[in-house]
């Protein structure tokens, strides 16, 4: 079974200023891992998403996350936040390639984003 | 863009009474996913179904959960009989394929009084 931790269950941040939300992951499998944000009173959008390949993912809104193995981590980064960008952002974890598919949640970093 | 649509938003109900939250996936996905979050808990894994049938369910999915693809376009959750702590968000997903990243609804609020 995988299981994600959030290490930061808050994060204030002035607007332009970059923003880093922590996610490590533990799995005795290969894993896929996913970012979605939920903005307020909506549902969960996918930001990004590591399947395989290149270990650096872009995802929309100029958020990105790297894919580290050997720290078993997959942290989200956006360089320059907007107002917008405030929210609660959530890390998963799938079984990559193989049956089990569902989802596993961290439990969400609040991020506030201030002029 | 395709979406997945739950409804309603927000349903109150008495304890001990049913209640029916509805979905419709996009329309070429097969995979339909059941997810509930208690107010300041992590998202948690209800269940999965494929081909007409639950292909995973975990311990929260217990007798008084059932769910149901009636008509080939909705997805149903239904709770036999509600209990003050099944008051949560209750978030459908559907994906294309098993490893496909899953789409969200909205979510209904359940609040059980």
């Known amino acids: 079974a995988q299981s994600v931790t959030q290490l930061d269950s808050q994060v204030p941040v002035f607007e332009e200023a970059p923003v880093e939300l922590r996610c490590n992951y533990s799995?005795?499998?290969?894993?896929?891992l996913f970012w979605y944000v939920q903005y307020p009173n909506q549902g969960l959008q996918l930001l990004l998403k590591?399947?395989?390949?290149?270990?650096l993912v872009k995802g929309i809104n100029g958020f990105e996350a790297e894919f580290n193995k050997s720290q078993t981590s997959f942290h989200l980064r956006k360089p320059s936040v907007h107002i917008s960008d405030t929210a609660e952002y959530f890390c998963?974890?799938?079984?990559?390639?193989?049956?089990?598919?569902?989802?596993?949640f961290g439990a969400g970093t609040t991020v506030t984003v201030r002029a | 863009e395709p979406e997945v649509t739950q409804t309603p938003s927000h349903q109150v109900t008495q304890m001990g009474q049913e209640v029916i939250l509805r979905c419709v996936p996009i329309?070429?996905?097969?995979?339909f996913y059941w997810y509930r979050q208690i107010l300041g808990q992590k998202v948690e894994f209800l269940v999965s179904?494929?081909?007409?049938?639950?292909?995973?369910k975990s311990e929260i999915f217990d007798d008084q959960f059932s769910v149901e693809r009636p008509d080939g376009s909705n997805f149903t959750l239904k709770i036999r009989s509600t209990k003050l702590e099944d008051s949560a968000m209750y978030f459908c997903?559907?994906?294309?394929?098993?490893?496909?990243?899953?789409?969200f609804g909205n979510g209904t609020r359940l609040t059980v009084t």
């Open positions: 997903a559907s994906s294309a394929t098993a490893n496909s990243p899953l789409h």
């Open positions: 799995s005795s499998v290969s894993v896929y």
């Open positions: 590591y399947l395989s390949g290149s270990t």
């Open positions: 998963a974890v799938s079984g990559g390639g193989s049956n089990d598919y569902k989802l596993s």
């Open positions: 329309s070429n996905h097969l995979y």
């Open positions: 179904f494929y081909n007409n049938e639950i292909s995973e």
